[in-house]
């Protein structure tokens, strides 16, 4: 049972739409705060962008998701679950990322999440482009000392190889770069929700040739979410693995507010039926990608984020 | 047959965005109108949003939904049904409600509506928040002298205790109240759609306690929408009942004009065959509520509640 | 193979939001530019919108198209095909209609098509309003000598009586036209996705007295889009055929960006689909009208038009 | 004093934003409604933009104005004045205007004003396009057998030629038109703020050519609205003036929702001050037009226009 | 000298957008927290509207300007000062107010200020509605023991009568209220600003009976600010004053996000001069109410209402 | 007098909203393209803004300027001037430039511009964020060989010392990296407009230290835009100069759409009145930058930036 200071308040308390907004309410401990020792599962935001090829604006997701979950309640009426009383979760914060520097932005999440990590937290990270992405598996594969599993829920594969010059590192290659590092193990990955036009098939071709499964959405439509995840739970199997979400995995009727739209996606219910099948497995860090405010004027996709985010964390929750 | 006195003017005669905006271009009478003696249902608004726990803006509800449904033309193209011209329909407007008092509010609108009933109109009310639904219940109760059923599509149950100190009513318990106050038959009554976070499971046990028959979104989409109208039809059998359909019962994508969303709901084309289907049934008054327009900035929950307003009419027009 | 010359940059070279938006970034060929003598397959645009009984602004529709189009890239992921290789296209530019005068509007643009048909270029219109479909199907069946099959994917039939006095053509009746000037064959002519209020049965009742098949929205949900869509084939035959697509097919929340929305439509999804079934008919033209970018605040409907232009393009793509 | 049936409701009595939206509150008189006969002062709306050679939308002022217009209160602080105490003013409702047909559309209009002006009624007309200002300009001319003066506020003289082939008239040239039907009398017209960039010379021309006093913004704001609008008084004089009263005057950052907006023009504030200066003048008719909706996302456009319309009132009210 | 505690992190240090937003990114202190001690000036937020007689919204304004006021960096670059290296300040959260209930709303908010005030902390309080404001005056004056001066800028006086039965306090008149409870010292009470409709010229003749001076907007434009706020000081002179700003002081053009905005007023340069040429006076307290985040689409007002929340701190500061 | 090749199409033609959109509806010319030797102006855009230390989306810049360009008409109506037919004007296109690799990105707009240049042509770009300027400036200073003068009209200075480690280059610095690198002759530069909150005094210090001229938005207001101009022409002088016009020099209501708005700014006319007093000097190039679409919902922003660029333009054209 969690210590009542990792209670987030109700709003019958006080209104969800007062206070200063954090992530789900939940108490802020900055990196030296001693209390951070006491807890299990911690969010935290990577409000950066820069890594993004079409629309940015990612970067100010962070902000929007604290916003918009603060509409989120104790109880998931779903499960039964309680997630704040079954385990102590904690706003760790944002880390400094240099808006114009790749670089030393993703040196310093890597740094951060590092100290994350170490002690002990479990990483529910808010993105920020899906770049950022790269540096939670990094530091979790630093500390496991073995690459694992990955689910992926995103309208696009995202092991692309390198375009635009210079720089290789785009938000459309994490993945491919994750295989390359040996961050995480290609024979336990499943990526669900491929969709759109493409400009070849190489990323197609990397995935197989490593051995990831791929799951375009006609066959998501065809053989329905439940076969699908069932699927994904056997690939992904006991051992530890990362669920990553890419918001633009929802189709854009749901979720206008991400850079890289892809039409003819799944529904929100859809979406977290999906979510909701990992239950049980060994979920080591998960994130929330790709929500970007500047596309999204009516909020929606961050009331949408936020209640994805609240389905992540209720998966990594204690049985 | 209705005298053409009460035909609304044809799109063809008049654009349907020209003229004053009553509801579906239906006269508006006013209370001390002679020709309210002939109505036989009587459109009204609400335009009050005082007991709303979250966003607020209900209030404009009326307004932009009269200016909505002017593009409502006189056939319900899948049921075959010309519903103006088989009762006599009328705009009764709107009650003035005190934005800053809810005793006075509540106490006009009830007043208002015991002199439509007693008219011998039924009541279609738009809203308004959730709670302005307590009072058509309350009026129609006062004139029957016998409680009766309740379909209820909603995301929420509105059987929650009350919250903030003091005043206890709020527009998220007006079904507590109405059980309390022997308005309706819990035993007749359905609740379709309910998902979304929740406080506790308070809200669900009072109504199992009282035998009201709640059926989660989860349910729904496993059975589908047809199964799921047939039990609620069998709940209600051929007594009188009340239908209430909140806004927010419809998908966020769908709906985003509403103060409390819920991601992971029905589809329109879902949530229309779901009023469809009690066709038949004895429906002794209805409501619109929750239609929120700061929080609509395209208009679309606008006309989609305009829409549910037309099928709403339809399921109380003769055979 | 195409030459060089008709092959859109990719994003990896320009990105997408980058440099002078033409349909799909194909080269922009004028009327007088010789290397239109090449071109198989011509986007062009009439920007008009003067038949409008509702809502006006489909005369923005090619600009915004054009903008959101430059997102699409090289290959269509789900069928494999890469269009733009397999013949040659170009965009050709807008129509000078005068927003003024109807009469000069349709004449300008009759002429324009004729031209483009008499190159042996197959025309891919974007509107503009539906009356705009009028225009290519004369010229179609001018250059052809005999009328041709139908499908439509709408939510209207666009069969409608003339209404308002004087001018008869709006964009509520374009196939009725059609049907009486002998242009489409209506045996041959299948419609689907209608739904919403009427004014009366008078545009069912013209379109069965002439023999064209109707597919409600209710009997589209009931028997799923596959056999719809095999139904559609075997009515159209392996003759020539013309594909008129309305974005408000789509459900308005996918689609919120046009003139006169109806509820309760498709998704995204299951459109894209529908446009694929048709992949092997002889495909003479086709259009995407009612893009109306006024009323589309977020640019969706403008990017599911264009996604929806890229799968008419592949059905006419040679396999 | 009027009659309390002119009286609109308070805000105290009602709020604001409830009941059935007609301009100012005013009761609703239909063309046979015996009370008509009462009215001194008659606001009507013409919905249609069909000679607008740019942003079409103008069709739904009316609509949005009388929405805006229930804002307005009794009194107006800076001059004392309580219009509809001083005149009976009623909403006379819109005239059916043929989207698709301008010669109808116009001639409808000047039909329905002919009717207003003949019953004694000053009309207070809301667009719609300017080119409905010429129906106004036309009912008048022929109820009163001479020319009269004009004041206009605009960004633009609608002197121009006719553009685009076949109809002649737009929303150009109601002015051009005005004098050449002798309509007004050019040697009392007056025009301020124009502004933005031109095809030619020729619409001043034609002003200059024919006496009519054009005053550009630069001498607007060098001289400032006081002596600009003494000078205006000036050459108006005591016979009889039409004020017509184009939204973009006021710059777009006060008034963005309209179809030709142009930048550098004068304050909310300023453009007041210019109506409330013409107090005492023998004004004959007023408008108030281009108000386009579909580009007024936060309807400040519409709330500006109905202060306007509030101004415009009082100008013409008596002292 | 502040402590390095009470400095906000620069935007060199960590991107203006990421992080926890707390006013002016200060540190957050709960009421229990030890350091409130070292504060001297508070800012809190008064999340409330339910005194709001047309559009609501204001019980958002807390959450979006503490999310706007994170652009504020440290120093007034056209007064030099840097007013969080000159006196402590922090943020105290928001007060726990029942959407639902006036009474205990108000209680809360005034035992919450009386804790502040009896810390020594001069207050800056975020509304909310300008009810809101009475909680403020109320704390104030039960500490102070005697009335004090009152600066209002708005575009309303708020010393309407009751308007609407029952319930007799509505955010039109804290400041008839205040006069009526002793709070203000009337003769040292300027109110600047005023204009619009009116129901009728009780407001005024209340003030003027009771000797506040009111500038309306006429006189002030006419007279520049540099004069009036001459005056304004003069009537407060120098013993303490209260400054209440309402956003709706400003033009809608600039301010669109707001309950009742009127049309004329002045511009944000205009109204910040207003402010800054209060420095210097003995101000025990101020506000910024009014701002209504559901009506500010781009959140304009929010950032503008942030800065003039900065140029309040600004004049509150030591010279 | 130019070719007609150079002649924009007039809206009389080919409605102002139709065609495919460049820079004023001008010929775009690719670098290869033969006719480029002919041009006298070329516009081009740098869809760039990985320099952006807050709110991105300048990259979207170009193509929403192009789009809101194509209502520019051939006429200066303040000016009398016509600069299509002055002199020969192109739309050159658009750099290519990674969104993820600075170096890069400034490299290949170096090359671009150098080549522009070369052949004879005065660049107006469009940007992109403001580091995008150095780019053209470091072009011209390779061609000329020598320093020139500059005259910026902008909110900040854009001299601020490199913040966020690593990457020193932001759009907070290209003018401090000006004067290091000697682009521009400080003695001969003037920066007007500068308000808002700042860190420290460091920019101002650095300017004044080189002998900058910086006129803060309280002077500029005091004094008027005459005098201030004045002195801008006398501190340029008859030697070349550089012309950057940065949005947000205006007010954000006037111009809400870019990414680091401060208030408290002239209104549009002045801004544009700024821009014609510099007529008859030497402007060897300029530019609009910080124009950023996302955040301009209603497209007000855009259509003042090619507003501006045609006064831009027009300043740049013989006498």
């Known amino acids: 049972m969690s210590d009542p200071f990792f209670i987030p308040p109700s709003g019958a308390d ?3 739409y007062a206070g200063v907004p954090t992530f789900m309410r939940l108490p802020y401990l900055s990196p030296e705060d001693p209390r951070r020792a006491e807890v299990e599962l911690g969010f935290f935001g990577l409000p950066w962008d ?3 090829s079409n629309r940015p604006g990612a970067r100010h997701g962070p902000r929007a998701l604290r916003d918009a979950s603060t509409m989120i309640r104790a109880m998931n009426r779903a499960t039964g679950q309680t997630p704040f009383a079954a385990m102590q979760c904690a706003d760790l914060g944002d880390v400094a990322m240099s808006p114009v520097d790749q ?3 993703l040196g310093n999440a890597e740094a951060f999440i590092a100290g994350v990590v170490e002690q002990g937290i479990r990483p529910l990270m808010v993105g920020g482009d899906h770049l950022c992405t790269l540096t939670v598996l990094r530091a979790l594969r630093a500390a496991r000392g073995e690459a694992f599993g990955l689910i992926l829920l995103d309208s696009h594969t995202d092991l692309y190889p390198p375009y635009f010059g210079g720089q290789t590192l785009t938000h459309g290659n994490p993945f491919r770069q ?4 040996g961050l995480i193990a290609p024979e336990r990955t499943v990526m669900i929700g491929m969709r759109g036009t493409a400009y070849d098939t190489e990323d197609f071709d990397f995935g197989h ?3 990831i499964r791929i799951v375009q959405i006609e066959e998501f439509f065809d053989r329905g979410f439940g076969p699908v995840m069932d ?3 056997a690939i992904v199997g006991t051992a530890p693995a990362y669920l990553s979400f890419d918001i633009d995995f929802i189709d854009p009727a749901y979720a206008p507010g991400t850079g890289t739209p892809e039409v003819g996606g799944p529904t929100s219910f859809q ?7 990992l239950r049980g497995l060994d979920i080591i860090g998960a994130d929330l990608v790709e929500v970007s405010p500047p596309f999204d004027p009516s909020g929606g996709t961050a009331w949408l984020g936020a209640s994805v985010l609240f389905e992540l964390l209720c998966v990594m929750a204690p049985a």
Do not use: K, M, N, Y
């Open 271 to 277: 979406a977290i039926q999906c979510v909701r099948a």
């Open 178 to 181: 994750a295989v390359t590092e």
């Open 14 to 16: 006080l209104p969800r």
């Open 103 to 105: 670089d030393e932005a």
């Open 231 to 233: 699927e994904a739970r």
């Open 50 to 52: 820069g890594a993004t």
């Open 209 to 211: 040739r490593h051995g």
